[in-house]
């Protein structure tokens, strides 16, 4: 039995209060508030592993990387112009069309959304007739190669002479044509109360080297 278990004895049979003696007390007191102090790095470097891998899953269920992406190209209709405006006056079922070609050079323009809020005015004053192509309508986007057809019905005109297109893209971009002096006008009909411009169709068109159209 060693000195130490002895003391203890001894306290309990007699209720002393022994000092043990313990050669080496100092220096196992030394090497437990060292262990402690270990064992309490140990856990804060943990958690710091814990608390950086959580960020780096978060990270990856975001997405992974977090590199910016380029923005998209912001809508602009500045590169496209009127090329060219025509009358079909035949009696067909749509009856006298306006039929315009828009392009957007041989680049093409595919920032450029024609379609829902593009607005048609034909001349200018009283005898004005506009309309605005309506939600639904169908969207083209110029692309190399390509124009725009839009055909709309024109029944009436009662202005003096051939007058001015001009189309306003949704944007806020317009272009502008003068129709030929020699083109065929709707009749007047009833001037107190003109025929409004109806919405026909509007798709693109292959334009072949030389600037001849091709149907799309």
């Known amino acids: 039995m060693s000195d130490l278990e002895k003391q203890l004895r001894a306290f309990v049979r007699e209720g002393d209060i022994p000092v043990p003696h313990v050669p080496d007390l100092a220096a196992r007191v030394a090497g437990a508030q060292r262990r402690h102090r270990q064992r309490r790095v140990a856990g804060v470097a943990a958690a710091v592993c814990v608390v950086a891998g959580a960020g780096v899953v978060g990270t990856m269920l975001r997405g992974g ?6 923005a998209a190209p912001t809508p602009s209709c500045a590169g496209v112009t009127l090329r060219s405006a025509g ?26 959304p024609i379609g829902p809020g593009t607005r048609i005015d034909i ?8 309309t605005t192509l309506a939600p639904g309508t169908p969207r083209v986007r110029l692309h190399p190669g390509q124009d725009a057809l839009l055909e709309l019905t024109w029944a009436t005109w009662c202005g003096d002479g051939p ?3 001009r189309v306003t893209f949704s944007t806020g971009d317009a272009t502008t044509l003068d129709l030929p002096a020699d ?6 009909g009833d001037p107190s109360a003109p025929a409004p411009l109806g919405f026909v169709a509007l798709r693109t068109i292959d334009v072949h080297p030389g600037g001849t159209a091709g149907s799309g």
């Open 65 to 70: 990387d977090s590199t910016p992406q380029p």
């Open 87 to 112: 009358v079909s006056t035949g009696l067909g079922e749509a009856g006298p069309t306006l039929v315009l070609t828009l392009g957007g050079g041989t680049g093409g323009d595919a920032r450029c």
């Open 123 to 130: 001349g200018a004053g009283v005898e004005a007739l506009t």
């Open 163 to 165: 007058p001015r297109v």
């Open 183 to 188: 083109t065929a006008l709707p009749d007047c």
